[in-house]
């Protein structure tokens, strides 16, 4: 295939694919409100993938891989599968109850490509989602003291918010020599949020921006950052890697202004990875991850619920997430030719305490454990198929609700939950 017909079918695969991205609404809620890995490759070795080079999710990973991963185009599509819960109790009136979120399958689409310029450079593009805070639940049995019922948080009919964070990765690499390269992506981050079922907060007295708080349709925002990366190669057996993401300061959240800290800020945080890969014996490779998500940093999502500050305000009411270590460990082993199977195990702290667990029914972002595993089918020299399995058994926390502090709503402790699954399938094609 020549230059010009590359181009142009990498342009018609391109716009339907980020068109699907954009409409999908990545819903993930593993490493807090990061997915537990980006391409199936990773997400079937628990999302190890710093010293790692077989596809061109590099700008989601480490931009230094892609150097290593030769040209290539990745297609896939991720089928997650959460369930979450939120209960109250100890009140022994019909504020108590439990509810479970409605809408528990998410599709969630991935594309990677990249192209060699000679032997020592590559140009890329990785198009991935975070996603977590979304959640749809009923208005239940509650009663506030309205005359038709209250949701769990006490507003007015269903209760959740939905929020989809759709990444684009442009991604240049160079090798410094044979063993070792540098790479750098160009994040440009595309948000977009709402949420409904809030009208409890929305007052003068919770909110500075009444009547910007909750039921108005869906508000986005964009932003910019970057990704940096180095992957070396000690030998035939280790492989090093490391990659370092700013934070992405992204537009403000207007419809909003008066739920989010900051007048509706909402920002990316920047994370860090690192990572080994060791192949002690032919066809056998074990990778290790340490990453580390900065969520304190970004005011609506770090700040604690309980401040005593208006939601919306500089210093405002917020999720109360903290900085979480996500420790990834995964195997591969080439089991013949074309086959290659994986398995994997990610684990990673609960960015929630149970000082913050009332806000956080609406975002449970819980989860602890996943336990993964994969394969990869190669049906000729240029075209291999993939999937991914990841399990992640239930996680929860339980705390003293903030409601008790309104004037007659009495004491009362509200339990957050989530288990996870998910299945995914891709094609990728190596020209």
């Given at each position: 295939m020549n230059h010009t017909?590359?181009?142009h079918s990498f342009k018609l695969g391109l716009l339907p694919m980020?068109?699907?991205?954009?409409?999908?609404?990545?819903?993930?809620?593993?490493?807090?409100?990061?997915?537990?890995?980006?391409?199936?490759?990773?997400?079937?070795?628990?999302?190890a993938s710093q010293a790692m080079s077989q596809d061109a999710f590099g700008g989601?990973?480490?931009?230094?891989?892609?150097?290593?991963?030769?040209?290539?185009?990745?297609?896939?599509?991720?089928?997650?599968?959460?369930k979450r819960d939120a209960e109250r109790t100890g009140t022994g009136s019909p504020l108590d109850g439990k509810v479970e979120s409605d809408k528990t399958s998410f599709y969630v689409p991935e594309l990677g490509y990249n192209r060699m310029l000679g032997a020592d450079q590559s140009i890329g593009l990785t198009v991935y989602g975070n996603g977590g805070l979304n959640t749809d639940y009923p208005q239940g049995s509650f009663n506030c003291g309205s005359p038709t019922g209250n949701n769990i948080l006490c507003g007015s009919g269903r209760l959740g918010?939905?929020?989809?964070?759709?990444?684009?990765?442009?991604?240049?690499?160079?090798?410094?020599?044979?063993?070792?390269?540098?790479?750098?992506?160009?994040?440009?981050?595309?948000?977009?949020?709402?949420?409904?079922?809030l009208q409890a907060f929305d007052n003068a007295q919770?909110?500075?921006?009444?009547?910007?708080?909750?039921?108005?349709?869906y508000d986005s925002s964009t932003g910019v950052g970057m990704r940096l990366g180095w992957q070396g190669r000690l030998g035939s057996v280790v492989t090093l890697g490391a990659s370092y993401s700013t934070r992405l300061h992204m537009g403000k959240f207007d419809k909003y202004k008066g739920l989010f800290a900051e007048q509706g800020s909402f920002?990316?945080?920047?994370?860090?990875?690192l990572g080994i890969g060791v192949t002690p014996m032919s066809g056998l490779t074990i990778a290790l991850d340490v990453n580390r998500i900065n969520y304190s940093e970004v005011a609506s999502v770090?700040?604690?619920?309980?401040?005593?500050?208006?939601?919306?305000?500089?210093?405002?009411?917020?999720?109360?997430?903290?900085d979480i270590n996500v420790v990834k460990l995964g195997v591969q082993w080439q089991a013949t030719n074309a086959l290659a199977v994986r398995a994997g195990y990610n684990k990673g702290q609960n960015p929630i305490a149970s000082s913050d667990v009332t806000f956080n029914i609406l975002a449970p972002g819980v989860m602890t454990t996943h336990y993964t595993m994969g394969w990869t089918w190669?049906?000729?020299?240029?075209?291999?198929?993939?999937?991914?399995?990841?399990?992640?058994?239930?996680?929860?926390?339980?705390?003293?609700?903030?409601?008790?502090?309104?004037?007659?709503?009495?004491?009362?402790?509200?339990?957050?939950?989530m288990k996870q699954s998910s299945f995914g399938l891709a094609w990728a094609w190596k020209y």
């Amino acid at each position: 295939m020549n230059h010009t017909t590359l181009r142009h079918s990498f342009k018609l695969g391109l716009l339907p694919m980020a068109v699907l991205l954009a409409a999908a609404g990545p819903a993930m809620a593993t490493n807090g409100y990061f997915a537990h890995g980006y391409g199936l490759k990773a997400k079937g070795m628990g999302g190890a993938s710093q010293a790692m080079s077989q596809d061109a999710f590099g700008g989601a990973n480490n931009p230094a891989s892609m150097v290593f991963a030769g040209s290539r185009l990745d297609l896939g599509v991720d089928l997650f599968m959460p369930k979450r819960d939120a209960e109250r109790t100890g009140t022994g009136s019909p504020l108590d109850g439990k509810v479970e979120s409605d809408k528990t399958s998410f599709y969630v689409p991935e594309l990677g490509y990249n192209r060699m310029l000679g032997a020592d450079q590559s140009i890329g593009l990785t198009v991935y989602g975070n996603g977590g805070l979304n959640t749809d639940y009923p208005q239940g049995s509650f009663n506030c003291g309205s005359p038709t019922g209250n949701n769990i948080l006490c507003g007015s009919g269903r209760l959740g918010v939905d929020m989809m964070q759709l990444m684009f990765a442009p991604t240049y690499a160079l090798k410094l020599n044979e063993s070792h390269a540098l790479g750098a992506s160009l994040l440009v981050g595309y948000q977009r949020f709402k949420a409904e079922g809030l009208q409890a907060f929305d007052n003068a007295q919770q909110s500075e921006a009444p009547g910007s708080v909750t039921n108005n349709g869906y508000d986005s925002s964009t932003g910019v950052g970057m990704r940096l990366g180095w992957q070396g190669r000690l030998g035939s057996v280790v492989t090093l890697g490391a990659s370092y993401s700013t934070r992405l300061h992204m537009g403000k959240f207007d419809k909003y202004k008066g739920l989010f800290a900051e007048q509706g800020s909402f920002d990316i945080p920047s994370n860090f990875g690192l990572g080994i890969g060791v192949t002690p014996m032919s066809g056998l490779t074990i990778a290790l991850d340490v990453n580390r998500i900065n969520y304190s940093e970004v005011a609506s999502v770090g700040n604690a619920g309980a401040v005593p500050a208006q939601l919306g305000s500089a210093n405002g009411p917020g999720f109360g997430w903290h900085d979480i270590n996500v420790v990834k460990l995964g195997v591969q082993w080439q089991a013949t030719n074309a086959l290659a199977v994986r398995a994997g195990y990610n684990k990673g702290q609960n960015p929630i305490a149970s000082s913050d667990v009332t806000f956080n029914i609406l975002a449970p972002g819980v989860m602890t454990t996943h336990y993964t595993m994969g394969w990869t089918w190669a049906v000729s020299p240029t075209s291999e198929f993939s999937g991914a399995y990841m399990v992640a058994p239930r996680s929860s926390v339980s705390g003293a609700s903030l409601l008790g502090n309104f004037p007659g709503f009495p004491p009362s402790t509200e339990t957050i939950g989530m288990k996870q699954s998910s299945f995914g399938l891709a094609w990728a094609w190596k020209y």
